[in-house]
């Protein structure tokens, strides 16, 4: 099948990839000259495990390029996936100017019938916005649109007419970062939103090398697909809140989170999975859609109580390593020097949209602290946001970082973090002090190596 993926990020290049990798003819598009020119030269401008040699596999094949040509990847793909961000607009509701900018290019220059893939996380009465965008361009264009076709000429493409005409289908992506390509090739389900037998018939033949399996395949209607995505992310970003409002609490108590945890997650109807407590959520997802699922509802009366308890818990805790830090250290911090093990909002990945780190350090600058920093691949987009500053270093190892600091502050559970060598740890810090944001450690062990501890929620 011949496939455009519209935006070349995240979950373009790993939608694309994995499906030229299954013999599709894949044209992935930006608008972005650099990231296309860094493509098209062999490199990956981000950083997802497995990624690179999957792109160079397939555009050695011939079945993976990359363009900034409009023109060339509408005529390309039978199907037309949009990828683009879909950012916090000023209110929180999604901006969807990219993805509507997206329709308007695919309407300006389709010559056939193209199915037009809604794969941005968008909110509900997105695909009727894009429908309409799409149908404004080709009215410009003084083209009428089709009437609706049957099912049965579903392989008619609209050529035999020579009259474009599109669907508009909704297929939410839910692939992780950091586990992203694995999450594409094995989904737990595809959603797919569609109203037009055509445009699902497509998708299905799309999708089936993945439903060898078992079928995964959700069929709905679109506005359920649509919300479908933002439901996922609430229900998991709620988890978290809760874990972390209970965290707090297991502190005050003088309870311990981690037994609390254990106690819970076994009951099969609550399980282990998203049961962690830590310093905060971030990434490029959660935030802007938790928002965006608020300002629906506000929009549509209906506001959500619960997601905005999850996002003033969420709030809070990105500040919490902050203040265990000033309670140990006092307010003025000026003089003061940490290390810092962990910039990417997650491990995995470099992407420190939203990232707790970012909190923490500009917390800690703002108090006139310095920071060394190491992450195993998110230093140079960190760089890249902050560039060079006097109070910022970054180092080679994770040792390295902890030279005369005052204490180890511990944000993005890296493997590489997860079992140090504490002699070493000790004897580089200035203070043997370990703030754990994401309870890496037992506190007793710690503790009895004769380093002061301080973890999330252990409260004994
Ligand atoms: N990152 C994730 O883990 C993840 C997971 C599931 C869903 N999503 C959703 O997928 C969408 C994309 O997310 P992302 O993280 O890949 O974003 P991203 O910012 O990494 O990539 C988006 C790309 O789209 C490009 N772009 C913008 N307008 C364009 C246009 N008109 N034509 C061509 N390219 C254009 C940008 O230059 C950018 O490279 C968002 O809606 C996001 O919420 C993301």
């Not at 683009?84 to 220059?109: C, F, M, W």
């Not at 019938?113 to 894009?130: E, F, L, N, Q």
């Not at 935030?287 to 709030?315: C, W, Y």
Request: include cysteine.
């Amino acid at each position: 099948m011949k496939i455009t993926v519209i935006g070349s990020g995240y979950v373009g290049l790993v939608s694309g990839a994995c499906l030229a990798e299954l013999g599709n003819e894949v044209l992935c598009l930006d608008v972005d000259a650099h990231k296309i020119s860094i493509l098209q030269q062999g490199g990956v401008p981000i950083y997802e495990p497995g990624l690179e040699e999957l792109i160079k596999n397939n555009v050695a094949a011939g079945r993976l390029r990359f363009t900034t040509d409009v023109a060339e990847s509408v005529a390309h793909g039978l199907v037309q996936m949009i990828a683009v961000g879909t950012p916090s607009g000023e209110d929180g509701s999604a901006d969807l100017q990219y993805v509507l900018a997206a329709a308007r290019n695919i309407a300006k220059h389709m010559t056939e019938y193209k199915v037009i893939v809604d794969k941005s996380t968008v909110p509900v009465g997105t695909a009727d916005k894009v429908k309409q965008a799409v149908q404004e361009e080709l009215s410009n264009r003084g083209i009428t649109t089709l009437p609706r076709p049957q099912a049965g000429e579903a392989r008619g493409e609209g050529r035999e007419t020579g009259q474009p005409s599109f669907s508009v289908v909704s297929n939410p992506e839910f692939l992780k970062e950091g586990a992203a390509i694995d999450d594409f090739n094995r989904p737990d389900r595809i959603v797919i939103g569609a109203d037009d037998e055509r445009a699902i018939e497509y998708m299905r033949k799309m999708y089936a090398p993945f439903q060898r399996n078992r079928d995964r395949l959700m069929v709905m209607d679109v506005k359920s697909a649509e919300l479908t995505k933002y439901a996922a992310n609430a229900m998991l970003a709620t988890r978290i809140s809760f874990m972390n409002e209970l965290a707090n609490l297991a502190e005050k108590v003088g309870a311990d989170i981690e037994y609390v945890r254990k106690g819970i997650g076994s009951d099969q109807r609550i399980g282990y999975n998203f049961l962690y407590s830590g310093c905060g959520y971030g990434g490029s997802c959660f935030p802007k859609d938790i928002r965006a699922l608020q300002r629906t509802g506000e929009e549509f009366g209906m506001p959500m109580k619960i997601l905005s308890a999850v996002e003033d818990v969420n709030h809070t805790q990105k500040n919490v390593l902050l203040q265990k830090i000033t309670a140990r250290f006092g307010s003025n911090l000026k003089g003061k020097h940490f290390a810092l093990w962990g910039l990417a909002f997650k491990p995995g990945t470099d992407d420190m949209r939203d990232a707790p780190s970012r909190v923490v350090m500009e917390g800690l600058w703002a108090k006139g602290a310095t920071v060394t920093a190491h992450d195993p691949v998110a230093m140079k987009e960190t760089k890249h946001i902050y560039g060079e500053r006097a109070d910022l270093h970054y180092a080679k190892s994770p040792l390295d970082a902890l030279q005369d600091a005052d204490a180890l502050i511990i944000v993005t559970e890296w493997n590489a973090y997860k079992s140090p060598d504490f002699d070493a740890v000790k004897s580089k810090l200035k203070n043997a002090i370990i703030f754990d944001g994401r309870n890496l450690f037992e506190p007793q062990d710690i503790k009895a190596m004769g380093i002061e501890y301080y973890g999330i929620g252990r409260g004994n």
